[in-house]
């Protein structure tokens, strides 16, 4: 029965990077001309960019393939319900990144470019919480390590928090701040980072 909860992950996996890199793109292209993917610039970037993707990896697929190949489980979160729970949990990540994504219109990029100044969104999810594509990207990730709960799946949910911490505040927020100004502080100061009623940056 495992083995169906590893093959699923890896599904899900495989759909998130579909609609992630391919699908997203060919609509950001078909919208506007440009596919919005960007290539990280600085050893910064590269730094959020690789644990962001360790962090996705680990649970998505060395966990999975582990799991295979005989790794045993955490006794603690081996249970047929939580696996369950996990799957859905994952699958609810992978369509509300998509989601998410789209509600960037023209301005979704994969990562930033100082060169550009596409517009600062606010509406829809993004008048939730100011990042919903890396909530989402998270709440995916716990979903995977429910579903396939070994050592590796528990490493990649602590890279991928670091990762979004460390993408959305030394890479996305300095960039915002320095592209929008005033007004992007104003929607700091309005709206969560990541979950309602937490990371919301008040005024001096």
Not at 1 to 20: E, G, N, P, R, T
Not at 71 to 94: C, E, K, N, T, Y
Not at 97 to 102: N, P
Request: glycine content about 10%; aromatic content about 8%; proline content about 7%.
């Amino acid at each position: 029965m495992s083995a169906m909860y590893a093959i699923i992950a890896l599904l899900l996996v495989a759909a998130f990077w579909l609609l992630d890199g391919y699908v997203r793109a060919r609509i950001q292209r078909h919208r506007t001309g440009d596919s919005g993917i960007r290539i990280p610039r600085t050893p910064k970037q590269w730094w959020a960019r690789g644990t962001l993707a360790s962090g996705m990896l680990l649970p998505g697929i060395a966990a999975p393939i582990a799991e295979l190949l005989g790794l045993q489980p955490v006794p603690l979160l081996d249970h047929g319900p939580s696996r369950v729970a996990g799957i859905m949990l994952a699958a609810l990540g992978v369509f509300a990144a998509f989601g998410a994504q789209r509600a960037m219109g023209s301005s979704w990029r994969t990562t930033v470019d100082p060169t550009e100044r596409p517009p600062l969104v606010t509406t829809g999810i993004f008048a939730i919480v100011r990042n919903p594509i890396y909530t989402s990207i998270n709440v995916m990730v716990i979903g995977l390590t429910f579903a396939v709960p070994n050592g590796i799946a528990l490493a990649g949910v602590v890279m991928i928090i670091i990762g979004s911490q460390l993408q959305v505040r030394l890479i996305e927020e300095p960039y915002l701040t320095a592209t929008h100004g005033q007004a992007y502080r104003d929607y700091c100061e309005a709206v969560d980072r990541f979950l309602p009623g937490i990371g919301r940056i008040r005024r001096a």
